[in-house]
């Protein structure tokens, strides 16, 4: 299991490293069109959803007529959530909106918001205040995000500073790792480990304002796949791959929630205390590699998006 998780995390890096490097309209019609072609197939799954949603204990999980339409209708709506993250990216890649910043980090607080309301009311009070952390630790400064490269790739960057957002990368995936082994019961949440690891190995461990866009890619072409997998393999969308846990010891828990609290900590201490980097010249490989080309545009000289 641990191997097929290193392969998966390797084919959503390199599937994420095509999309990022798609033109500029074809990028847009390949984070569009699947969840249009999808809405078809989901409505008719809208009432065994509710249904399910309504139940106390999700015993119609057990139900082999109704498992499939939850979980097909479950992750539609994070297909449809991926995609309009996506989206904004997009924007902030090929506009000069300055709104699309504020877009981009009230979808990743409704995301984190969501993983912390499921860590309280199951008694992972600890993660939850990690996720608390997390939250007020990310860039909240328009001056955060810019253009650069030439893929015209989006930087986000709390404090305009390396250092400062490789911390909250760092403190972001060990807390979202946390959550999912945390849930590692429900169907398939083993799987979302690696998109996690995906953006951190492709680029973002030695570019952390990479981190941003490589994250919203990997779990876009992640959400995508599983959709079309449960669509079309009329099977449990965790049966691609077991869950390697089991039974995890309550004392390991417990130690996966404060070194993650821990990291969240750092993270929101070096938010507010740190030194800013104030003339940071963005993605340094990408950088040298428009000077080499003679580029001209402003945002690949590292000027500041929506200054």
């Known amino acids: 299991a641990l191997f097929c998780l290193i392969v998966l995390s390797c084919i959503l890096g390199v599937l994420s490293e095509g999309l990022r490097r798609l033109p500029k309209w074809a990028g847009l019609a390949v984070v569009t069109m699947p969840s249009m072609m999808f809405v ?11 249904r399910w ?9 057990a139900n082999s007529a109704c498992s499939k339409p939850i979980m097909f209708t479950f992750l539609f709506a994070k297909q449809l959530a991926t995609s309009l993250a996506a989206l904004f990216v997009w924007l902030a890649r090929y ?5 699309v910043f504020w877009l981009i980090n009230a979808t990743l607080v409704i995301n984190i918001m969501e993983a912390i309301s499921v860590d309280l009311v199951t008694g992972h009070t600890i993660n939850g205040i990690s996720g608390v952390l997390i939250i007020v630790a ?3 400064s328009k001056n955060d995000m810019w ?25 972001y995936t060990f807390w979202n790792t946390t959550f999912i082994i945390n849930h ?27 981190y941003g866009q490589s994250r919203v890619y990997a779990l876009w072409v ?29 004392c390991l828990l417990a130690g996966l929630q404060y070194v993650s609290i821990l990291f969240s900590a750092a993270a929101l201490g070096f938010r507010y205390f740190a030194p800013a980097q104030r003339h940071y010249v963005g993605l340094t490989s990408l950088k040298e590699s428009c000077n080499d080309e003679g580029g001209s545009n402003d945002f690949q000289n590292g000027e500041v998006h929506g200054a």
């Open 95 to 99: 506009t000069e909106a300055t709104s």
């Open 147 to 171: 253009k650069d490269g030439p893929w015209n790739d989006m930087v986000w960057m709390t404090r305009q500073s390396p250092i400062v957002q490789a911390i909250w990368n760092w403190a």
């Open 184 to 210: 590692s019961r429900l169907p398939g949440c083993f799987l979302f480990i690696a998109p996690l690891i995906a953006p951190m190995v492709f680029r973002a461990a030695w570019i952390p304002g990479a």
């Open 40 to 50: 078809p197939v989901v409505m008719p799954m809208l009432v065994p959803w509710w």
């Open 138 to 140: 990310q860039p909240c």
């Open 222 to 250: 992640m959400a995508t796949a599983g959709l079309a997998y449960t669509q079309t393999a009329g099977g449990a969308y965790d049966s691609m791959m077991p869950d390697p846990y089991g039974a995890m010891p309550s």
């Open 53 to 61: 949603c309504l139940s106390v204990d999700g015993s119609l999980l």
